[in-house]
């Protein structure tokens, strides 16, 4: 039995990314209470060869012993459960739960909104650290989580085989929670001081000709690059199979876009599932 199990605090997309794993196959169950977690392989029928289940914070409260004996014993058992976290920053989830006027799980009449989800982030952070992929859904969209949970699924069926996300960011729009590691590239020349070039991206020849030719940025890059060579055998050899490594900027339309192209464009002759993901790169005109 292949089991993917997602988690995340309310409002972040678990119930988008169940529907995601039924319409490839899986066989979904939402909210599954934590106590049945571990009695799965043997209540499924054979035919269910793949099983998606959803865990949320209620299902914490109310098991005292939580979901980690129950991981362990799927593990003895010869299981490896796949574990997807979701998450989105405070303000996204509160416009969230007033746009759809629900209320939290964990709230009360004694107990605020901005409470319930630190109660919740607290709830789930043992599940949290042990997610073999963390996604940040603040600026994703469906379509975008569908092809993330779907990468992750292919490259966990490669043994010794990691995916490697490159996504750039502008630090002015906040940090991705998403990202294993994250670099500074604000100490670079700044293409948006060149007026000339400040109408074009990190994608864009000009820009491309101006950063190539600056030795701190090819620097950078090698530097980057020594880091994860370096990291990477280790990275793999304890059963990650997703890397997400985030490349910042001040904006996240020059530096940090070049940067995650030139590094993605590196790794993925070694590294075939290499992705590479602008997260800000649409947004230039909508401050």
Known sequence: MKLVIISGRSGSGKSIALHVLEDLGYFAIDNLPIGLLSQLPSNLPDSNPMVAVSID???????????????????????????????????????????????????????SLSEALAQEANLLELIAEQADLRVDTSNLSIYDLREIITQQLESASHQKNVAIQFQSFGFKRGTPKDCDFIFDVRCLPNP??????RGFTGQDAPVIEFLEQDFSVRAM?????????????????????????????????????FVADQLAEKFKHQHPQTLVRHRDLSLANKD
């Not at 989830?93 to 964990?106: Q, S, V």
């Not at 948006?192 to 070039?197: A, F, K, M, N, R």
């Open 57 to 111: 914070a209620r299902n914490i409260v109310t098991d005292p012993q939580g979901v980690q004996p129950h991981i362990e014993k799927l593990k003895s058992e010869g299981y490896d459960p796949q574990i997807i976290y979701l998450d989105s920053d405070d303000g996204t989830l509160i416009d969230r739960f007033n746009a759809t006027r629900r209320k939290h799980p964990l709230s009360s009449e004694t107990v």
């Open 192 to 197: 948006y001081w060149e007026t000339h070039l």
């Open 221 to 257: 890059i090698s530097d980057i690059s020594g880091f994860m060579d370096k990291w990477l055998p280790s990275i793999i050899a304890s059963s990650r199979s997703y890397i997400t490594v985030g490349i910042g900027c001040t904006g996240g339309q020059h530096r940090s876009v």
